[in-house]
């Protein structure tokens, strides 16, 4: 394998609720529980990854005391923490609790130059009806700015909605960012430099490649959905387990692998 530029661990949805006793689905464990799992399983790594990449849905619903429960728990990860919000998110509680900021960013878009890389973070939380996503033009617009932009970095881009439809109903007629198609085409003129695109969201690892761009999704630390093909409901994926991915970036590769564990 080429010499590693970057490594970051990859998690979502991690829904946390104030309430130590929440759970669903019929789960055996609450999401405080599996949250706290995720933790350790980061503090135990082999390794020590540049950055964790949290692609949305922190907390279960936008409660201040959800969001205190939260920054109590993952604030055991020993490694910066990169934020993107999610459709059950509050944009200002996340920056208010999670970052200590007070400076709001709304929509809360960003970059990060990491390693000689380029993290761009995405809200892609626009007018669409719940839980589906959407980005504005003004964001389209400065998202086309920096991939249009005379740059040779590699280049990560991370929102939290699927993207592209993949031809199962319920992710792309119910889930999935109704605006999809204008972002991909947004990120066209990076696609040299662009080793992925990380996303939240469908609670199941998805991989999807279009002209060149890499489209990658992750496990949540908590529940896990099906995306069965011609599947129009929501559906559990009883017994499976939570996860996170580790990636790692070359400077012309990307390697992606995906880990499960108990809670």
Known sequence: MPEPLLRFVHISDTHISPDPNYTAYGLPF???EAARALVRELQDLPF???FVLHTGDVVYDP????YAAARDILSGIP???????GNHDEPAALQ???LGSSDILAPFDYTVDLNGAQLVVVDSNGPAQFPAGFVTQPQLNWLERLCAAPDDRPLVVAVHHNVLPVG???LDDYMRMTNGEDFHVALLPARHRLRGVFFGHVHQNFTLVRDGILYSSVLSSWAQLHGWPGQTDTIVDEGAQPGFNVVTLAH???YIRHHRFTV
């Open 168 to 170: 199962v109903p319920w």
């Open 252 to 254: 012309d590769q990307t």
């Open 96 to 98: 208010r609790f999670l």
């Open 79 to 85: 490694y910066p923490v990169y934020y993107v919000t």
């Open 63 to 66: 409660d201040p005391d959800a």
């Open 30 to 32: 609450t999401v405080q």
């Open 48 to 50: 020590a990854p540049d």
